[in-house]
């Protein structure tokens, strides 16, 4: 497992890391959201809505390199196509990890200054 499935993993056993489409748009629109996941196999849809609703909030939206099956298995789930990081902290954490040019993932959304 890479160092960034890791800390999601730390990160949902802390309870700051929330899963599916209907709970990340909650927890964003509450203000509780401070990142927003994708697998890299995530539908056009959840693609979309999950575009539209990081330039609503201004979170940070990042696609992950692995697949929805992959990032469930890292998360004790089946499969995770959306996540949200509830936490400041771990969202910083996570974000320093995926700016990393190794990580593989991609910045679909930054934060709107």
């Known amino acids: 497992m890479n160092d960034l499935l890791g800390s999601l993993g730390l990160c949902k056993r802390a309870g700051a890391l929330r899963t599916g489409e209907d709970t990340v748009r909650s927890e964003v629109r509450s203000g509780?959201?401070?990142l927003i996941?994708?697998?890299h196999d995530a539908g056009d849809g959840a693609?979309?809505?999950a575009r539209a609703l990081a330039h609503e909030t201004g979170i940070p939206l990042w696609r992950l390199p692995e697949g929805k099956n992959t990032l469930g298995a890292a998360l004790g789930l089946t499969m995770v196509s959306i996540a949200a990081v509830t936490d400041a902290g771990f969202a910083g954490m996570l974000l320093k990890k995926l700016k990393d040019a190794g990580?593989?993932?991609e910045e679909v959304l930054g934060k709107e200054d």
């Open 32 to 34: 509780r959201g401070k």
């Open 103 to 105: 990580s593989g993932a």
């Open 47 to 49: 693609v979309k809505r």
């Open 37 to 39: 996941l994708l697998s």
